[in-house]
């Protein structure tokens, strides 16, 4: 969903959209399972600023996006790999200045914004954009299915939750096989 200064410039633009998976591109290992709810609003802030060199008045169009969120997303297992469940839900409230806009160190906004700045391009946001780096800020660095979690196999690759093996320990860890190498070379 393209949100426009054009379109904003004649009122501001409310939403309530229910993004199917697949509608945004998480990449990598995120699964978003179920539609993910977005509801909120833009609107035009126009922000004064003035030259420090030549004194000029001018008027910067921000958007200010405010919007709520809940999904559900899948994320794998740190130690197994297992998929582990996230209940999302959260709010933001954010700001976007033209791209370019602070490029010139000479000017200064009259008016501090409180929320945080972003930048859009190419005249307006594209809603799905920001709502995955909201979904990134959320969901947490590292996921364990439990705390307990064994993990998989060095050697097996079984997953240890499970399944049990017989593979040797020790020595699949690089650790110990260090020090054994050591060891045995300090016996002769
Ligand atoms: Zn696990
Ligand atoms: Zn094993």
Request: glycine content about 8%.
């Amino acid at each position: 969903m393209l949100i426009t200064v054009l379109d904003l410039e004649k009122e501001p633009v409310r939403f309530d959209v229910a993004f199917e998976p697949g509608a945004i591109d998480y990449g990598g290992e995120t699964l978003q399972k179920g539609p993910l709810a977005v509801a909120g609003q833009a609107e035009l802030i126009e922000e004064k600023r003035i030259g420090e060199t030549r004194g000029a008045l001018r008027v910067v169009e921000d958007i200010r996006l405010r919007a709520s969120y809940r999904g559900t997303f899948e994320i794998p297992c740190a130690r197994c790999l297992d998929p582990v469940q996230h209940d999302l839900s959260g709010e933001f409230d954010l700001l976007f200045r033209p791209l370019g806009v602070d490029s010139d160190a000479s000017e200064r906004a009259i008016s501090t914004p409180e929320t945080e700045i972003g930048y859009y391009h190419d005249g307006g946001l594209v809603l799905e954009d920001v709502v995955r780096e909201q979904v990134f800020l959320s969901l947490p660095a590292r996921s364990l299915c439990g705390e307990d979690c064994k993990g998989l196999c060095p050697r097996c690759g079984k997953n240890l939750n499970s399944e049990s093996c017989t593979c040797d320990k020790a020595s699949a860890d690089p650790r110990w096989s260090a020090l054994s190498d050591l060891a045995s070379r300090m016996k002769t």
